[in-house]
């Protein structure tokens, strides 16, 4: 078959708009209606049984209590198994059963993994990578999704299983793609677009070269035909733009696609995307959640007694639902093991799978989902275990998700649409991680994405609840405590707003290299820390790498033998801050590696080095305590954990989790209310003991 031209591509877009006719005038996203009850299921993939059984799988769904299925995003070859010809019976059959059953269906587009006879027709279609690398055909997610061949492709298809499934009252919403990325993919057609994208924002190649400082080496431009490729390039402003570009193109894609689904679908079925986890390089999470309306995360973690806390899970959600100031999905997480090979096989402890679907709905999950219904039997996901295992049959793990999903029938209602208020916010940088990746301050684990881990991991660790908002967040006064770790890019504006709001009474925790570059990834000119300067109260020229960790000057934080910061220190100079503590050394020691300045109504307390967590987490604590943030719910014994939200009948519900093997006793700390899974009354002050991996869950008497 000879290769299509453009021309033709667009034209035969027309008749795949023939496929469906726009069910709306629809044309953004609407926030969708409440739900009833929790969604409680699996992605479900009969096409990958051995044989014939999907009677029986949809009666196990049915007992186990599940009320909700994913099918369709992995298969496109059976959707289309030759170009142009469309094949549906053996999904209508799958729905089909569904709907008799009771149990709802979202539907993913299978475009995350193309067929083989459409590599074959066009192997343009494969990304090519930096350097020239040629993506091959076998693994997902190998494909340059600008390419108007592929996008030919995904729009006949979508449009296809859109306008056949609109009306079918089972499907209730749509999955776009899965895990989507950029792929890494730099086509010569990609890299024209983002020629053309930076023309459009310096306008000259002269204003390009000034503002990344490509005098450097000789390399400025004068004309846009010499702009070198990705591949090579040196220069940091053009990294921090091509990683922009890549996130750009992501968002166009889904956006692309969730049009596509609105045109065609019915208004009353949902668009949702599974992001990969979250605070990717190359996925603006928060643009691609405005073409959405509800966003969906896929959360794995640790299983058994040594990593499993419910960090990983809150981390991951926390940053989801802060997306779209509201709930979420959780469209896939562990089942028994994960892994691609049988190197990483540790399933979950006795009720372990329980406890962690109520550690998703505490965090404002209105949807957990497992990868998968059952084990494949070969190829590269073999040893990712579903609910059941290979051999099919009902086990341990089909058995404890069934015990949760009977307490979900009657429960759930009480459970979904939780709403959730933090005091606390995290602000979070793409930009910053990016470049701080390209120009570490540490040549070990230590970076961008580890400090705001041990920063959320501190707030857990207190049971103090966080948002995250991003440097486009258009109003921070609504939040007590602001945490700003390393915002080394930060526009002028960006930096304005955090001092506007200090001033304005705001408190903020900030760490060290903040302020220390502009919007394209050029150090300040001025004294850092430039602009922040006068709402941090120091300046400073100096700075240094930590050979070895350093002591703070007399333990002010009572950390013991976690007294003691590495990796980075700045020489802070005092204008109007005081110093909170000093290193301990004979040089270092003259300089505070913690300040606090107080700025109009408000107060900034900057770290000036890389904190142990200890350390950290009695940095965070002061200004909680200080904020009058310090009560009951942070003197739970280690390994409880709560989570609190406001229900749909605007009652107080109070999760408390025991992420441990061993039985824990401690004071309910509330209003009167009732336990939800235990059907009883409990009092103020009355004392409750959960079991190993045990939970309990209080809704208050009163709204």
Not at 329 to 355: C, H, I, K, M
Request: hydrophobic content about 40%; overall charge negative; glycine content about 6%.
């Amino acid at each position: 078959m000879l290769k299509r031209t453009l021309l033709s591509y667009a034209m035969s877009g027309l008749t795949a708009a023939a496929a469906c006719a726009p069910a709306s005038a629809q044309t953004a996203p609407a926030a969708p209606p409440p739900l009833p009850t929790i969604l409680y299921g699996t992605a479900y993939y009969h096409e990958y049984m051995p044989y014939e059984r999907l009677e029986k799988d949809v009666q196990m769904m049915k007992a186990a209590g599940f009320n909700v299925v994913r099918l369709g995003e992995s298969t496109w070859s059976l959707w289309e198994p030759e170009d142009g010809r469309f094949e549906y019976a053996w999904m209508d059959r799958v729905i089909d059963a569904m709907g008799k059953a009771g149990i709802k269906v979202i539907l993913g587009t299978p475009t995350y993994s193309i067929p083989a006879w459409m590599a074959k027709q066009h192997p343009e279609i494969l990304a090519r990578k930096f350097n020239g690398a040629q993506n091959t055909y076998g693994m997902r997610q190998n494909m340059n999704t600008d390419s108007p061949a592929y996008r030919f492709y995904a729009e006949r298809l979508i449009r296809k299983m859109a306008a056949r499934y609109k009306d079918n009252p089972t499907v209730i919403g749509w999955q776009v793609d899965n895990e989507t990325s950029s792929y890494g993919a730099a086509n010569d057609d990609v890299f024209l677009r983002f020629q053309h994208y930076l023309e459009k924002k310096f306008g000259t190649p002269e204003n390009l070269s000034k503002a990344w400082f490509l005098n450097y080496w000789g390399q400025n431009l004068h004309t846009w035909v010499d702009l070198p490729r990705p591949d090579g390039a040196q220069s940091t402003g053009y990294k921090l733009e091509w990683s922009r570009w890549s996130q750009m193109r992501v968002t166009d894609f889904l956006s692309w696609q969730s049009a596509l689904i609105r045109e065609c679908a019915s208004p009353r079925q949902f668009v949702t995307h599974d992001f990969a986890g979250s605070m990717h390089a190359d996925v603006n999470e928060e643009a691609v959640a405005r073409a959405l309306d509800i966003p969906a995360v896929n959360i794995y973690h640790w299983s058994q007694p040594e990593h499993y806390n419910g960090a990983d899970q809150a981390l991951q959600a926390d940053f989801t639902r802060s997306l779209k100031r509201g709930n979420f999905l959780v469209t896939e997480t562990n089942a028994q093991t994960t892994d691609w090979s049988s190197s990483f096989q540790y399933p979950p402890y006795d009720g372990q799978f329980r406890e962690d679907v109520y550690t998703h709905l505490s965090n404002g999950a209105n949807m957990v989902e497992y990868w998968h219904w059952a084990s494949l039997h070969a190829n590269q996901e073999t040893y990712w275990k579903g609910v059941l295992s290979h051999d099919l049959e009902p086990n341990r793990a089909y058995a404890e998700i069934s015990h949760t999903g009977r307490e979900l029938q009657k429960i759930g209602p009480r459970l979904v649409n939780l709403r959730i208020h933090n005091d606390v916010a995290i602000l979070w940088s793409r930009d910053s991680m990016n470049a701080i990746n390209d120009m570490p301050f540490a040549k070990d684990k230590a970076d961008y994405g580890s400090l705001v881990r041990q920063i959320h991991r501190a707030l857990y660790d207190l049971n103090v609840g966080a948002d995250f908002v991003f440097p486009e967040s258009a109003d921070l006064s609504s939040y007590k405590l602001l945490i700003v770790p390393s915002l080394y890019v930060a526009d002028d504006a960006l930096l304005r707003r955090i001092t506007d709001y200090i001033q304005k009474g705001g408190h903020v925790v900030m760490t060290f290299k903040s302020g220390f570059t502009n919007e394209n990834t050029a150090v300040r000119w001025s004294m850092a820390p430039g602009p922040l300067r006068a709402a941090l109260g120091f300046h400073y020229q100096e700075f240094s790498n930590l050979a070895q960790p350093l002591a703070l000057k007399g333990d002010p934080y009572h950390a013991g033998a976690d007294n003691q910061v590495k990796h980075w220190a700045e020489f802070l100079q005092l204008d109007t801050a005081k110093a909170l503590a000093y290193y301990d050394h004979p040089f270092f020691g003259r300089w505070p590696a913690i300040t606090a300045n107080h700025y109009g109504a408000g107060t900034a307390v900057y770290e000036g080095s890389y904190l142990s967590d200890q350390l950290q987490k009695a940095v965070l604590q002061a200004s909680l305590q200080d904020l009058g943030m310090i009560g009951p719910d942070q003197q739970l014994p280690p390994n409880v954990h709560t989570r609190t939200g406001t229900n749909g009948a605007d009652r107080p519900v109070h999760y408390y989790f025991n992420y441990s093997g061993t039985e824990v006793s401690f004071n309910y700390a509330h209003k009167p209310g009732t336990d939800l899974l235990a059907a009883r009354p409990v009092a103020s002050a009355e004392k409750l003991t959960l079991g190993p991996w045990d939970v309990a869950i209080i809704e208050e008497n009163a709204k």
